[in-house]
C-alpha cells in the first residue's frame, strides 16, 4: 500500500470523527430544547456529554496527528 492511500485511509478517519462529534452535537442540541429552564441538573448533564463528545474528539484527532506522523516520517 502507498503512502498516498495510507493518508487517504487517515483523512477517511479523521472525517468519521468529525461526522460523529457534529451529529452527535447537534443530537444533544436537539435534546436540550426539551430541558427545563429550571432544571439546572439536566443542563449540567447535557453540557458534560457535550463536552465529552468534544474532548474525545480531540484525543482522536491527535492520535491521528501522530499517525500521520508516523506514516510519514518512518522509514518503510
Not at 461526522?19 to 436537539?30: D, L, N, S
Not at 430544547?33 to 480531540?58: C, E, G, K, P, W
Request: proline share 1%.
Amino acid at each position: 500500500m502507498t503512502l498516498g492511500w495510507k493518508l487517504f485511509l487517515v483523512f477517511l478517519a479523521f472525517l468519521a470523527v468529525l461526522t460523529t462529534v457534529i451529529v452527535m452535537t447537534f443530537r444533544e442540541r436537539k435534546r436540550g430544547h426539551t430541558i427545563a429552564v429550571d432544571d439546572l441538573a439536566a443542563q449540567r448533564n447535557q453540557d458534560a456529554r457535550v463536552m465529552t463528545i468534544i474532548f474525545s474528539a480531540i484525543v482522536g484527532g491527535m492520535f491521528l496527528t501522530l499517525l500521520v506522523g508516523w506514516l510519514v516520517f518512518m522509514p518503510h
